[in-house]
């Protein structure tokens, strides 16, 4: 019956919301009018799913590398309050063979299908099907195996949302793994996005992030940055470490944004 | 004798009738005449199976994705009363590999030339070989098996109608798994396909509908639509979810437009 | 002894027959004077394998797809009266891997060094080598075990013909599978060729054939049609189904001609 | 000792003789000049392996397909005396996987090391290791063991003929299969030569071989004929089995010289 | 407990310590100002790991062969007084297959979570997936086991830096294999360098390093040097057992410049 | 203990010193100054790696076919008079799989690792890792190996030096097996190299070489004859047997002149 159903599958949520926690450590700042958007388009979906309107929904969240994809979607899933939550990470599968790999993709899907409110979180999802550009190359058979599971309409009475994420909006379309709906990511790319953050972080202070951001606008010529939030953070605490604070940090994004550009 | 070996296969057909419904399962809404056309076509083909004047024959009913083709040829072979129908599909073939896969198969026509009037749905055909744009990949043992299977007279009095839908109908022929006879299903196309479909949710307001299919028009240019029906069905579920129906439906739809259009 | 090694291999003839005869079911009807002229050829290849002037003798039967290559090169081998004729066909060899391919062959040229007089049919070449266009992928072992085999020399005193049917000529051309001999089989060219079928096949009134032909000449400017007896003969039983024979008839060639012509 | 030695290869050396001899059945026409010439080259080649001063010596025997490079190399082979000749054919490592054919050429190499004398016959040398040109494809395996076996030198007092033969002389300049020196074989080129063919196969009275050589001039515009001989021999066969020997054998070879040219 | 921890992998350390002294045996020669720049941004990077500010921490130390990016990451990581520091280098890894090159990186990774601070020095990481140019080839699935690896935050408590060598820097970005910092290593560019390193050696007296560089001037045209340190200090070696240890200098120096600027 | 340790690689020594022996049984013509200026060369890399002030030390000896890059190498190793030498030949791992070639190859290095002074000569180093243009298709994992073991420095006190030959050379920096040092070995190319190499033979009387010297300088228009030294010698051994010795030899090497340039 459905209580021990539940119960079958506690272990793999606890596990999962530890996971999914660890993904939105530092919470979400919202630097810009696109982070709320983002959270209400998702939220409804997740609507949609949970008055069995739409029973089977596949959701992609797509974006450039270090943009927040994973934690944005980890946000949605905790909180839609579904009773079964699971993430599903590349990193998980290391080592397993292909065989083994579409035997865990059932079992999720399998899992989900007996509580009566699902979201599964796949994370990266063209790594999942081991994609690599050079080639290219993929593995056929989970990307097989994860089509079948992703176009199979769930059993009655346990509505199913997918929340996938990828920096390869435009592989997966090659690949023909096809989604009923899209979110797309932005990078952080105006000079008020950037001064947001700086601030947030509490390692500047005012006069430094006015410093930063003229500095920066002169390097990039007034232009958009266009570098992903991750790279922003990282490069904060790597300029903390340097008692010229703000010259390291325009060092470093000058770095990131030229990096960006000619690549 | 003969009344045995259809007790034989009988769990077979249970299953898959269940699976077919699933398919149709909101009814076929004849949004465009084609529908019709497209249904009197295939009735064609049952009887001349039925009659035994052409004892296989393989169709291929193609269209772009999510345009309605499974639901379709599932309508086809629940209205053609025939004593054995079974649906094949990729996900049912997950996990398997290539040798079991033609085992699968070689099984499915086995049981077929048992009854005295058979028809296979085989849904989504280019998936069934494991086919993939990029490389581009399939498997070729199954593909060489598919084609001695669909080549294979069946024995005397064992009629064999082969429904086969697929996305990719040029890959077919490249692979040269070459049917019969063809069929194609379109996707949403005109304004008045468009309002038709609406008014059948049940989830519009007549003005509402109005107002989306004027909105539309001048997002489009009035020119075709050029979605599936499965798109625009998930949209008016999304839609519903907003307090702005009409607002959130025109947004949604005209992104799926532009996504179709540019890609 | 001799005898004793006919007895050996009567099952594998009896086998084959049943098949063979399948393949001309409705016998051959003569639409064209190169059918007569095909049959002739093949004779005098017969001759030449009875007599023992080629020992060993290798004929390429190439043309479209359904135009008639597998019930002449059946016809042909039933007519020789050679006391081994056996049938070699790819469905026969599904789920084999190709070391069994490979063995199933050599035990098949092992038969027929066994019989004074041997025929082998080796329907559609390329697909018993795996030939896909798409890659283009094949069967390397398979493709070198069937060029040693086809190029060893049988025993004294036991010719041996091979007929071999294809549409790839070209790819087996690019194979290196060369054959001593070549014969070409053509579609449904002309118009008389047409009403001729029309009226062997007893489906249509005398007036029904003309409307066809006149309206067929309309849709296709006159030239020639280029369409295999297979699609014929098939489109005749469709259109039997509808009570208006000819209209449909008309209708399901012109799809066929111009998917021909566009393809 | 060197007799038991001998004696234990001498099985090999039987079976050999046999094939070998079957290779040359009809005799070696001399119908062109270069027949003898060719004969020459080889001969100097045994007489330099013969006295040791080149104790390893690789001569590749190249030309079109049928054109007499298999009975040239056979003929030279059984002309040289020389205790230990084995023919190497791809036929005899059909079903082989790639180990099991890199032991059989080791254990040939072995056996030709046991012998004061030695002449491998290394028939289509590249169907031995697997070549196709689609693809292109072949066993790098075979191909390196090939190398370093025919890199080898000898022990002291063995020395060692290899007279390999190949339609694919560029590819194994491609795949870096040298050899230490080549002798060309050519097709039948012109009316002369097709005459005394005629002439000698007794299937012709003379004024049939005239009107021949006198439709073929018109038919090719008096240029090279270019076919192999095997092919001329086949068809005098075929055309012998009709009333108009002369008339038929035109049409055969015309088809044949078109082939190609036109491929 | 953690004492115990730290004991269980202290073999492991004591492995990679004495590799990693000889990796820089000869002492790192400050021939230009960058290799003083590289150090201490390497060493803000340890900062930042080290006060858990960035937990998980990936560089990448780019150059070309023989410039001494393995020497300056092995001098970086034993500065840092790290307690766990593990070198991984492919020759480490000679013989195992993909999934023992997984489990090995997969325990090198587990081990690091078990210490209070971390390094893990990845030599010449392109290799470490079996990375060739032609084809081009590599490790797909050892690939996506290092991302997997490095895109997993430690636990809590356990701050991870990755310091990465290449010569291949674009070829990691094609791979996606996508690094959070990137350090340049430069070549011997000027004559001024060039002397100095010729001076540390030892081998040359004042006047020959003139007279080299002299003769170096005229040969490049002044332009730069472009030649690995390595190069350099292996020339010197070579060039010292000739008696004209200048003139030898300058000609094996000449070869190699001409070398990296044709190729 | 050290000298345990150098019995225990006896046999391996002594197998390597007959091969290396028969690689230059007929003594080294210097027939271009070229010979003693290679010499020259190798015998400083000799020298640094015997005073330990190169402790690993790879030279690639590269050249055409035949150009005797093998026998200048076995001299070289031989006139060393190193403790441990090693003749490392692709024809020593025919029928091993990737993994006992990579066994093999550290098997090598582990005992050249017990020996005070050590030298490898590893011929053809491009068929080692399988290389074949034609794909091109070369052994990934033993070339990953062979990286990994020429990378690795030997422990102190046992310096290596690394004597590799190559047809390859460009291939080989495709590859990235990169080399510390280079040696290029020339075909013969002046009428005075061929006039000492004809004399040297004996094979010749003087009038005979002077009309030889004066026919190649007409074939070849007095440019250069660009041919290896062994094909000079196997031509000199087939013309020998012809009574008219020098005819004959202006005929085969004009050939190989002819062969040469224009594949
Ligand atoms: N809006 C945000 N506010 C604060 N931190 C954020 C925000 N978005 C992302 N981060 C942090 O930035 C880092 C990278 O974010 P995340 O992993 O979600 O990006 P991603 O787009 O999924 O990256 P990848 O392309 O590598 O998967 C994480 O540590 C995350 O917590
Ligand atoms: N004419 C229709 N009226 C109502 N619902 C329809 C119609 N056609 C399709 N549907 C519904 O739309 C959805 C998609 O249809 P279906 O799966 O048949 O499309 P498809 O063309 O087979 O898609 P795919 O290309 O993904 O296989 C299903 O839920 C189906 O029930
Ligand atoms: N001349 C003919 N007269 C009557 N029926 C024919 C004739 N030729 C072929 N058929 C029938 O047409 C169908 C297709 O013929 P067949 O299978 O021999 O064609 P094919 O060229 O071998 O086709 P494929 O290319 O698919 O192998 C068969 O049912 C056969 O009996
Ligand atoms: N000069 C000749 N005189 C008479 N018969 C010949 C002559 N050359 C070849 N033949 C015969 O022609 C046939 C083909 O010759 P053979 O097999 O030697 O040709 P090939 O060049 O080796 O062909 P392939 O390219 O198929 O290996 C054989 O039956 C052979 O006996
Ligand atoms: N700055 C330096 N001063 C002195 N010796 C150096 C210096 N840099 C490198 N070396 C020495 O030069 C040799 C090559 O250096 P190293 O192996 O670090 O280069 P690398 O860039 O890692 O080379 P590779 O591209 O082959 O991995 C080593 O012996 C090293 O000790
Ligand atoms: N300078 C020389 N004087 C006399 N004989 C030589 C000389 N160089 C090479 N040879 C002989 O020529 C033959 C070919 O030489 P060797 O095998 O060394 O050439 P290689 O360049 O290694 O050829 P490959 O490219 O095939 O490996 C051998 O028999 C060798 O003994
Ligand atoms: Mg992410
Ligand atoms: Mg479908
Ligand atoms: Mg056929
Ligand atoms: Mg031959
Ligand atoms: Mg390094
Ligand atoms: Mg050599």
Chains 1, 2, 3, 4, 5, 6 share one sequence.
Not at 49 to 78: E, F, Q, W, Y
Not at 220 to 239: E, N, Y
Request: aromatic content about 6%; proline content about 5%; some cysteine.
């Amino acid at each position: 019956d459905f209580l021990s159903a539940l119960d079958e599958v506690k272990p793999l949520f606890g596990v999962s919301e530890e996971e999914l926690e660890r993904c939105v450590e530092g919470g979400i700042i919202k630097f810009s009018p696109h982070i709320d958007t983002i959270l209400n388009r998702g939220r409804l979906h997740i609507n949609q799913v949970r008055d069995n309107s739409t029973p089977l929904l596949s959701v992609l969240i797509h974006g450039p590398r270090g943009s927040g994809k994973t934690a944005l979607a980890a946000r949605l899933a905790m909180d839609s309050g579904f009773p079964f939550i699971k993430l599903v990470r590349p990193v998980d599968m290391i080592g397993m063979n292909e065989i083994q790999k579409i035997q865990h993709l059932q079992k999720v899907f399998t899992d989900a299908y007996k509580s009566p409110l699902n979201v599964l979180v796949i994370d990266n999802v063209e790594l999942l099907v081991d994609w690599v550009p050079v080639g290219p190359r993929f593995s056929a058979s989970v990307l097989a195996a994860l089509k079948g599971l992703m176009d199979n309409k769930p059993p009655k009475g346990r509505p199913l949302l997918i929340l996938a994420t990828t920096t390869e909006r435009t592989v997966l379309q090659q690949l023909q793994l096809t989604f009923m709906a899209q979110i797309a990511v932005p990078n952080v790319q105006t000079q008020a996005e950037l001064a947001y953050i700086m601030q947030q972080s509490g390692a500047f202070a005012e006069k430094d992030v006015n410093r930063v951001i003229k500095e920066i606008e002169d390097a990039t010529g007034g232009k958009q940055i266009g570098v992903g939030v991750q790279t922003v953070l990282t490069g904060i605490q790597t300029a903390r470490q340097d008692p010229d604070h703000a010259g390291r940090f325009v060092e470093l994004l000058s770095e990131a944004v030229a990096e960006n550009r000619f690549s």
